[in-house]
């Protein structure tokens, strides 16, 4: 799958919080928030050199009521969807919200807001659960994952074996299928139990492998 085909498969979203491949109601019984508008990716996906996977986006008590409240913040979010957009929780107009803490705990504080545009966070599952379990019963059975999962082996993983790109797994290698994937400078793969906070900080393999890609200071 490419780059253009994964946005144009999430712009068949329109304004809906679920894709009409995925099964609503199977999302809700497995323990998803589907008020919220999902990020299978967070970040330009066009452009972004440096991409770090998770399992899917996770769920705070304030997320419900502050993208309810917030028109700018879910127009962010539907604009993130067409690919070109940086990095939303390091824009300066969102650090009230939850996801602005998660970003600086995960990446650091360090971590320049001006760099947002060179950064994009794929997710699993697109989206929200206030665990990390939710995820493993269901990703097999949506779509929206199955492309996801077809874009990175056919796209982002050619750009990542030729040195354009680096990708880090902070958790489930084996559910993207890339357990397999020999890890290099360019491909990193958290192991236990560095997947169970999976910190992008200075002194982390994947904070330290972003930094160096970037050009960011690294740990002394």
Same mark, same amino acid.
């Given at each position: 799958? $490419? ?13 809906? /919080?679920?894709?009409?491949?995925? +099964?609503?109601?199977? !999302? %809700? ?6 008020? !919220?508008?999902?990020? *299978? ?5 066009? $452009? ?14 304030? +997320? ?6 917030? #028109? ?10 067409? &690919? ?6 390091? +824009? ?5 919200? *939850? ?6 705990? @995960?990446?650091?504080? #360090? ?22 379990? %939710? ?9 929206? $994952?199955? /492309?996801? @999962? ?14 354009? %790109?680096?990708?880090?797994? &902070?958790?489930?290698?084996? =559910? ?7 890890? $290099? ?25 972003? =930094? ?9």
């Amino acid at each position: 799958m $490419t780059t253009d085909e994964l946005i144009s498969f999430w712009s068949d979203l329109g304004s809906n /919080n679920v894709h009409p491949s995925d +099964d609503p109601t199977l !999302l %809700a019984q497995s323990g998803f928030e589907t008020r !919220l508008i999902p990020l *299978p990716w967070n970040g330009p996906i066009r $452009t972004a050199r440096a991409f770090v996977a998770f399992l899917n986006p996770g769920l705070d008590d304030m +997320d419900v009521p502050y993208e309810a409240e917030n #028109d700018d913040f879910r127009r962010t979010l539907r604009e993130n969807l067409k &690919g070109n957009s940086p990095y939303v929780y390091f +824009d300066p107009a969102y650090l009230n919200h *939850p996801g602005a803490k998660w970003a600086r705990d @995960t990446f650091g504080p #360090d971590w320049p807001s001006s760099y947002a545009d060179r950064i994009c966070i794929l997710q699993l599952v697109a989206y929200h659960s206030s665990g990390s379990a %939710a995820p493993h019963g269901l990703y097999k059975k949506l779509q929206s $994952t199955a /492309n996801m @999962t077809n874009w990175i082996k056919g796209t982002l993983l050619k750009r990542v074996r030729s040195g354009e %790109a680096l990708l880090v797994i &902070g958790r489930g290698a084996s =559910r993207f299928d890339l357990e397999d994937e020999p890890e $290099t400078d360019n491909f990193i793969r958290y192991r236990n139990p560095e997947f169970r906070r999976a910190h992008m900080t200075k002194k982390t393999r994947g904070g330290d492998a972003l =930094r160096r890609f970037l050009g960011l200071p690294r740990a002394g």
